[in-house]
């Protein structure tokens, strides 16, 4: 697709169930990342794939969270036993190229719409 | 790590006047400084970036400044428009491109 796309765009779930979040980054892209957004504030990272590889799971909350990148393309965001404190936007980017040496800039990221999740 | 603060959390402008978002980061390393603007119910969108060797960039109505010595980088909104309402976010990454975010401002241009 032209962009990256997330499924569901809205999940409302009873706390305690298991969800589970779906990203379609932007076609060859090789950088995925997935950020947390709670309401009237900036998104924080959560986990960054290279290609298949988790290289960063260090803003995951807690071991309920849990993502992966089996064939480094679509990737999915699992909350085992939601809270109330999960609910948020979760976003997910990509970005086309991998890291370039340090001090040679960045990459460009591009975000999805996010996925709403309520938890009641 | 790195910390980004932004300022002012809101603000308010005439259609037509400028508008203008300040940032400031710690993280020396920190070399990529994208703005994105997010409207409700949507992701942010990327609206302008700079790289760290690079002092100022333009792209029609807006432009971007940065000061790596005082760690601090500026969005410039000219001339604006009621459909530049929207919330604002500032954010710094290194090179691989983890990004941290300021807290976002809220722009509403009024006719």
């Known amino acids: 697709g032209a962009g990256v796309s997330q499924s569901p765009r809205y999940k409302v779930a009873k706390r305690g169930q298991d969800v589970a979040l779906r990203c379609d980054p932007i076609?060859?892209?090789?950088?995925l990342f997935w950020y947390q957004q709670a309401l009237g504030q900036g998104p924080e990272f959560l986990t960054y794939?290279?290609?298949?590889?988790?290289?960063?799971k260090s803003g995951l909350p807690s071991d309920r969270f849990f993502a992966e990148r089996p064939e480094g393309s679509v990737s999915t965001l699992k909350i085992q036993r939601t809270q109330q404190e999960d609910s948020a936007v979760y976003l997910c980017?990509?970005?086309?190229?991998?890291?370039?040496?340090?001090?040679?800039?960045?990459?460009?990221?591009?975000f999805g719409e996010g996925s709403w999740l309520t938890v009641v | 790590g790195e910390n980004v603060e932004q300022h002012p959390s809101t603000l308010s402008v005439q259609e037509g006047d400028s508008a203008v978002i300040k940032c400031t980061y710690s993280?020396?390393?920190?070399?990529?400084f994208p703005w994105y603007k997010q409207e409700l119910g949507k992701g942010p969108q990327l609206i302008i970036d700079?790289?760290?060797?690079?002092g100022e960039k333009k792209d029609q109505r807006i432009a971007v400044t940065l000061n790596k010595t005082a760690k601090h980088f500026s969005l410039h909104i000219t001339e604006t428009q009621p459909e530049d309402s929207a919330v604002y976010f500032c954010?710094?990454?290194?090179?691989?491109?983890?990004?941290?975010f300021g807290a976002g401002t809220q722009v509403v241009v009024t006719p």
């Open positions: 700079i790289r760290s060797n690079v």
């Open positions: 993280d020396s390393a920190s070399n990529y």
């Open positions: 794939f290279q290609n298949e590889a988790q290289l960063d």
């Open positions: 980017a990509s970005s086309p190229v991998p890291p370039k040496h340090r001090g040679a800039g960045g990459n460009t990221i591009y």
């Open positions: 954010a710094a990454s290194d090179s691989w491109g983890k990004l941290q």
């Open positions: 076609s060859g892209h090789v950088s």
